[in-house]
Structures are given as C-alpha cells and as structure tokens.
C-alpha cells in the first residue's frame, strides 16, 4: 500500500512545484527577457516573485509602491503586481497604473511588437506605443512624484 501512496505523493509534489513555481535565485528581469519583453518594465524595487510554468501567471512583490519616469510618462506600481506572461506579451495585468493628463488609468497589459520595436502598453480599450528601446534599463523607483513629474526621494 505504500508503494501506491508513493508515486501519488510524487506526482502531487511535481503538479504543485509546476503550478506556482517561487523563484528565489533568478531576477524576474532575466525572466522578462527569456519572454521577449524589455527588462525595464517593473522597476529595481523588486522583492520577491512567482511565476507559474504552466500558464505564466505571476505576482511581483515590491518593497513598497512608487513611481517611475519613462520620459513623459508617470507610472506607478503598486506593492502587488500580477499578471500573466506569454511570450512578447503580457495581460491581465493588476497593480500598474499610467497617468493620462490629470486621470490614473490601470495598464491592463503590454504587447511587443518586435517588427516595430515598439511596445504597445494598454489601458482599458485605449492603448499607447512606445519605443521599446525606453526600457532596455532597469528603472529607479520614486517614493513620490510631484505636481511637476519630477520626483523628490528614492527608494
């Protein structure tokens, strides 16, 4: 009898490392790169993550909310941002949120389109393009922005 609860053990404990894999030793920006994307889409606050091998569902811990300049655009993260992974592409997305004149709009999710070199960033049913080159590098997260963009302490 204990054979058959054997292999039964062995196949939960492999279904379960499978299903919610926590990665401790990679960086989840080596991780964006293995799916096409460019690193600088989640800032250097990073603490902790997991990603799911089979259908690439993740939650990133950051060390607390904060902001991000990309040229003449505010983002802000939030401490909890999920997700799912695809290859190029990212949806689903929770915890991002892009500032539209005087409105914060959720970002829902993120497309590469390699042809172009432009990533696609969406809000809803709007979306934007932007270089992708403007995050090849791992942004600085702010603490705060200002009324003028401009951010006063890091993190």
Same mark, same amino acid.
């Given at each position: 009898?204990?054979?058959?609860?054997?292999?039964?053990?062995?196949?939960? &404990?492999?279904?379960?490392?499978?299903?919610?894999?926590?990665?401790?030793?990679?960086? &989840?920006?080596?991780?964006?790169?293995?799916?096409?994307?460019?690193?600088?889409?989640?800032?250097?606050?990073?603490? @902790?993550?997991?990603?799911?091998?089979?259908?690439?569902?993740?939650?990133?811990?950051?060390?607390?909310?904060?902001?991000?300049?990309?040229?003449?655009?505010?983002?802000?993260?939030?401490?909890?941002?999920?997700?799912?992974?695809?290859?190029?592409?990212? @949806?689903?997305?929770?915890?991002?949120?892009?500032?539209?004149?005087?409105?914060?709009?959720?970002?829902?999710?993120?497309?590469?389109?390699? @042809?172009?070199?432009?990533?696609?960033?969406?809000?809803? &049913?709007?979306?934007?393009?932007?270089?992708?080159?403007?995050?090849?590098?791992?942004?600085?997260?702010? @603490?705060?922005?200002?009324?003028?963009?401009?951010?006063?302490?890091?993190?």
């Amino acid at each position: 009898m204990a054979s058959i609860n054997q292999p039964l053990l062995i196949v939960l &404990i492999s279904i379960s490392v499978t299903i919610a894999t926590a990665v401790s030793g990679s960086d &989840i920006h080596d991780i964006l790169e293995e799916f096409g994307l460019p690193i600088g889409i989640l800032p250097n606050a990073v603490e @902790s993550y997991t990603l799911s091998q089979t259908d690439g569902a993740f939650t990133v811990h950051l060390t607390r909310p904060c902001y991000v300049q990309f040229d003449d655009q505010t983002v802000y993260y939030s401490e909890k941002i999920q997700g799912k992974l695809t290859y190029g592409s990212v @949806s689903d997305v929770t915890g991002i949120q892009a500032k539209q004149l005087f409105l914060w709009l959720s970002v829902t999710g993120m497309d590469l389109d390699a @042809s172009s070199g432009m990533l696609e960033f969406h809000v809803g &049913i709007l979306s934007k393009k932007l270089p992708a080159d403007m995050f090849q590098e791992v942004p600085e997260c702010k @603490s705060k922005a200002s009324p003028r963009e401009s951010f006063t302490q890091s993190i």
